[in-house]
């Protein structure tokens, strides 16, 4: 039986990014940026799971050309999602204008993995008997940002997490930014916050604090990573997908939590300098991490 190292399951959208210098039509969601990041190195075994409807095949035919190992579960529609940012790219306002159908355990009974990833990008995109299923074969990641999102005439508006108390007790590794750290806890505080979630279940608590940096928990002490300062800011779409992906893989390949964490962080800005996907090398990563001015985040 084969196990991958990392296995991301998420639906690949159909994104609109509108900035203050340009619109830009590209695919998005956190499956379509961890593959492409993901995949430039070399030394990871990976599998991805998306769905999608079969008008955007051609998405996931390039991610195969590109040497990628892509599972397809048909969808009667793609995600279409509206991001907008203004001057200040911490801060963005979504539409959701089609949703795609959701994952179901039958997608993953011959995929086996050490970490399975889940990209949710709405409420309902994992159910919990799929979350429980998968936990049994592997580690559970999870970034929070779809479960707080509820979609009301195509618009986007922050919700709690529904079953969070039900499904955070198999989660691994859950990342949220400090908004998302809020709702789901009802804490402004990111030790008490972060200290909640580990309670809750999660074993390796992230949270993100945009260009302030990020603090990671898990359970005996606070890891502060530092952010590392861009040499221009360009396009942050994918750039929280990319911070988890950096740290999975140096998980995935035994390192210590600060040092995925700071990995995690210098693959975010390398990302936000320009637009798509994460496009660097392993060697910029850690070039960044020696040479870029850094803020630590204040706890």
Known sequence: MHIYDLCCAGHITL????TPKKTVHMPGGTAFYFSHA???FSDIDFKLVTALAES???VVDDLRTKGIDVDVMPSRHSV???NIYGENQDNRTQRVLAKADPFNVEAFKDIDAKIFLLGALLADDFPLELVKTLSKKGRIAVDSQGYLREVRDQNVYPIDWKNKLETLKYVDILKVNDQEMEVLTGLKD????AKQLHDWGVKEVLVTLGSLGSVIYDGNEFCKIPAYKPTEVVDATGCGDTYVTGYLYKRAKGASIEEAGKFAAAMATIKIEG???FSGTKEDVESRICTAKQQVPVL
């Open 15 to 18: 994104d609109k990014v509108v």
């Open 38 to 40: 993901i995949r430039r």
């Open 56 to 58: 955007e095949m051609a």
């Open 80 to 82: 279409y999602f509206e």
């Open 190 to 193: 990111i030790k008490k916050a």
């Open 275 to 277: 637009s798509g996907p």
